[in-house]
């Protein structure tokens, strides 16, 4: 059997983590755990429409709110796009919807770093299972 060097084994945890991070649920899809990234990609998905609806897209806020900027951009790189458009006063909320829409949203990316971070780790220890002799 074949053993994939150090060097292989970090690229594909990268790629892994990557896809993760592209399309909520990817990295578990390169996994070929289906069913995990479905239901990854729906309760992502969903909860951060609804931080959409509930505060519109104005919530997503690179300047005035940077922490939870942060956390928001851990959906996907798509995030940043808003980000930039949404950098003008244009698109300002105020009140009780931005913090509940910057809470629905900054969970959503949490949320995924922490699903990001279990693909990488069920892909690290399928890789030492492997090389195990």
Same mark, same amino acid.
């Given at each position: 059997?074949?053993?994939?060097? @150090?060097?292989?084994?970090?690229?594909?945890?990268?790629?892994?983590?990557?896809?993760?991070?592209?399309? !909520?649920?990817?990295?578990? #899809?390169?996994?070929?755990?289906?069913?995990?990234?479905?239901?990854?990609?729906?309760?992502?998905?969903?909860?951060?429409?609804?931080?959409?609806?509930?505060?519109?897209?104005?919530?997503?806020? !690179?300047?005035?709110? @940077?922490?939870?900027?942060?956390?928001?951009?851990?959906?996907? !790189?798509?995030?940043?796009?808003?980000?930039?458009?949404? @950098?003008?006063?244009?698109?300002?909320?105020?009140?009780? !919807?931005?913090?509940?829409?910057?809470?629905?949203?900054?969970?959503?990316?949490? #949320?995924?770093?922490?699903?990001?971070?279990?693909?990488?780790?069920?892909?690290?220890?399928?890789?030492?299972?492997?090389?195990?002799?």
């Amino acid at each position: 059997m074949a053993q994939r060097s @150090k060097e292989g084994h970090y690229l594909m945890l990268f790629i892994i983590g990557l896809a993760g991070w592209l399309v !909520p649920g990817g990295g578990h #899809l390169v996994l070929r755990m289906n069913r995990h990234a479905v239901v990854i990609f729906i309760t992502i998905a969903v909860t951060f429409a609804i931080g959409l609806y509930i505060g519109s897209v104005g919530v997503i806020n !690179p300047v005035g709110a @940077k922490p939870w900027y942060v956390a928001q951009i851990m959906n996907t !790189p798509a995030v940043a796009a808003l980000g930039q458009m949404t @950098k003008t006063e244009e698109y300002a909320v105020y009140g009780r !919807p931005n913090e509940i829409g910057q809470i629905y949203t900054s969970i959503a990316g949490l #949320l995924n770093l922490l699903c990001i971070v279990n693909a990488v780790y069920l892909a690290h220890l399928r890789g030492t299972e492997s090389a195990a002799p």
